[in-house]
C-alpha cells in the first residue's frame, strides 16, 4: 500500500480577535475572486432539461449524542432557502457554479435559523448550520457526471466514520466554496427538493448520458500523530465506463486527510 498519511498538526485554539480578521481578509479575498477571475457564472432557468444522468437522495435528521434535535429540524428550513436559490440553475459549456454566489450570505433577515456546525471536533449551534448537508451532496452527485469540480474543502475531522470516507465537503461563507465549471458542449441543470424529510437531487442535461462513473477508495489507512491523536486518509478514485459497461478510464478525484473525532457523526 502506497504510504499517503502525513503529519497533521495538533488542533489549537486560535485567538478570537485574529480568527475574525482571518475571516474577513478570505471573504475579501473571495469577493475578488468573484469578480475579476473570469468567471461566467451559472444562473437559474425556470425550463428543465429533461434527461437525468445522476440521482441521489439522503436522509436530513440524524440523533446526535447531545444535540437538540430542535437544531436539526432548523438545518431543513436552512436547506429550503438555500433550495430557492439553487433549484433549476442551469450551468451551460464554459460557466461555472458558485456555491456561495448563488446563495448568498445567510442571515437572520433572509430567515436563516440556528443550526449544527462542525468547529474544532465538536458540534455548535451557529446561524445557516446545516448547509455543509447540502455541499456535501452536490460534491457526490456531481462525481457521477462529465462536470469539473474546482474547487472543494472537506471537513477537517473525520465525520463519517461508518460512510465513504471523502464524500464530504465542508462550506463556511464564503471562502470554503464548493465550485463546478461545465467542461462538456451541453448545459447541465441541478434539480433539488426536500420531500418527506428527505433531500433529493438530480443532474439533468439536454440529452441522455453517454458515460457511467463509479466512485471508490484506494490506499485507506489510519494513523496514530505523535500528539496521540488518529488521523484517516485515503485517495478518492473513479472508473469511467461506456454505454456497453466497458471501461475506458480511471481517474484520480481527490486526497483525504482528517482527525477521527471517535463516536461523533456528520452525515451528508
Not at 500500500?1 to 471573504?27: C, Q, S, W
Not at 429540524?73 to 433550495?83: D, S
Not at 462542525?118 to 451557529?126: A, D, I, K, Q, T
Not at 486518509?233 to 471517535?262: P, T, W
Request: proline share 4%; net charge positive.
Amino acid at each position: 500500500m502506497e504510504k499517503i498519511y502525513k503529519d497533521i498538526l495538533e488542533p489549537k485554539t486560535r485567538n478570537p480577535l485574529r480568527l475574525k480578521l482571518g475571516v474577513a481578509f478570505h471573504r475579501l479575498k473571495r469577493r475578488v475572486k468573484w469578480a475579476f477571475g473570469g468567471y461566467k457564472f451559472a444562473k437559474v432557468s425556470n425550463e428543465e432539461l429533461q434527461h437525468q444522468h445522476f440521482v441521489h437522495q439522503t436522509p436530513l435528521l440524524r440523533h446526535l449524542a447531545g444535540v437538540p434535535m430542535e437544531l436539526e429540524q432548523n438545518k431543513i428550513t436552512n436547506l429550503r432557502l438555500a433550495l430557492e436559490k439553487m433549484n433549476k440553475v442551469v450551468i451551460n459549456p464554459g460557466e461555472t457554479l458558485s456555491f456561495w454566489k448563488l446563495i448568498g450570505k445567510p442571515t437572520v433577515r433572509k430567515g436563516y435559523l440556528e443550526g449544527v456546525v462542525l468547529r474544532g471536533g465538536n458540534f455548535y449551534s451557529g446561524l445557516g448550520g446545516g448547509l455543509c448537508h447540502l455541499s456535501g451532496f452536490l460534491y457526490w452527485m456531481t462525481l457521477h457526471t462529465p462536470l469539473k469540480i474546482t474547487e472543494r474543502h472537506r471537513h477537517g475531522y473525520d465525520t463519517t466514520p461508518n460512510k465513504f470516507f471523502g464524500s464530504d465537503a465542508t462550506c463556511f461563507y464564503n471562502y470554503k466554496d464548493l465550485m463546478i465549471e461545465n467542461p462538456t458542449s451541453q448545459p447541465f441543470q441541478l434539480i433539488l427538493e426536500i420531500k418527506d424529510d428527505h433531500l433529493q437531487g438530480a443532474w439533468q442535461s439536454s440529452s441522455a448520458p453517454k458515460l457511467a462513473y463509479e466512485i471508490y477508495e484506494k490506499n485507506s489507512v489510519y494513523h496514530i500523530q505523535s500528539w496521540g491523536g488518529k488521523t484517516r486518509h485515503n485517495h478518492v478514485y473513479r472508473r469511467v465506463f461506456d454505454l456497453e459497461g466497458k471501461e475506458i478510464g480511471d481517474e484520480f478525484v481527490a486526497e483525504n486527510h482528517a482527525i477521527v473525532m471517535g463516536d461523533k457523526t456528520l452525515d451528508n
